[in-house]
T-cell receptor, first 113, second 114 residues
Framework: EPEVTQTPSHQVTQMGQEVILRCVPI?????FYWYRQILGQKVEFLVS????????KSEIFDDQFSVERPDGSNFTLKIRSTKLEDSAMYFC???????????FGSGTRLTVV | AQSVTQLDSQVPVFEEAPVELRCNYS??????LFWYVQYPNQGLQLLLK??????LVKGINGFEAEFNKSQTSFHLRKPSVHISDTAEYFC????????????FGSGTRLSIRP
């Protein structure tokens, strides 16, 4: 069964450093998303991406965050200068239709120290 | 704005017993409704979704949910659970006009006792 692949599974970074989280969505999907879950809290929407541009973003997704589809297969989330409060599990997801987010990756656990 | 309330943070049941995980939502607009499951150390997997049509929705692994508009509920049920159903279950809602922005509940941890 097709799946969304995220790498790395766990990343530790120092506060202030840039980090890039990588995702390979399902190949025929057109809509891409990032969500995150801070430990003990709800899963939160960050951003959606379609046709090479951001279609929607949350208040969390400030200027420190950016997304990119650098080639035909990868979808990345960059955090420019990480803060302690960015520590969370980050989930990538993709959808064929945009009506529902059917498939999430297994997540990247980001720890900022 | 939408919100989702999962009333039970943990639900312990015996194997082969029925289970219901409760979910209520609030929204001023028409919504899509979802249940996701997260097995230990894995990502979120879509169990089932209500977009339109029949209010009884059947999903994977024998789960089903019923959309009740008057009670703003979308409870998840399974008539007989297995040890393998042990996981965290998330109810979620999205605005039909902004379907990518899914609002999640806080989750219900289902633990199955032999």
């Amino acid at each position: 069964e097709p799946e969304v692949t995220q790498t790395p599974s766990h990343q530790v970074t120092q506060m202030g450093q840039e980090v890039i989280l990588r995702c390979v969505p399902i190949s025929n999907h057109l809509y891409f998303y990032w969500y995150r879950q801070i430990l003990g809290q709800k899963v939160e929407f960050l951003v959606s991406f379609y046709n090479n541009e951001i279609s929607e973003k949350s208040e969390i997704f400030d200027d420190q965050f950016s997304v990119e589809r650098p080639d035909g297969s990868n979808f990345t989330l960059k955090i420019r200068s990480t803060k302690l409060e960015d520590s969370a599990m980050y989930f990538c997801a993709s959808s064929a239709t945009g009506h529902s987010v059917d498939t999430f990756g297994s997540g990247t656990r980001l720890t900022v120290v | 704005a939408q919100s989702v309330t999962q009333l039970d943070s943990q639900v312990p049941v015996f194997e082969e017993a029925p289970v219901e995980l409760r979910c209520n939502y609030s929204s001023s607009v028409s919504v899509y409704l979802f249940w996701y499951v997260q097995y230990p150390n894995q990502g979120l997997q879509l169990l089932l979704k209500y977009l339109s049509g029949s209010t009884l929705v059947k999903g994977i692994n024998g789960f089903e949910a019923e959309f009740n508009k008057s009670q703003t509920s979308f409870h998840l049920r399974k008539p007989s659970v297995h040890i393998s159903d042990t996981a965290e279950y998330f109810c979620a809602v999205s605005d039909q006009s902004s379907a990518s922005k899914i609002i999640f509940g806080s989750g219900t941890r289902l633990s199955i006792r032999p």
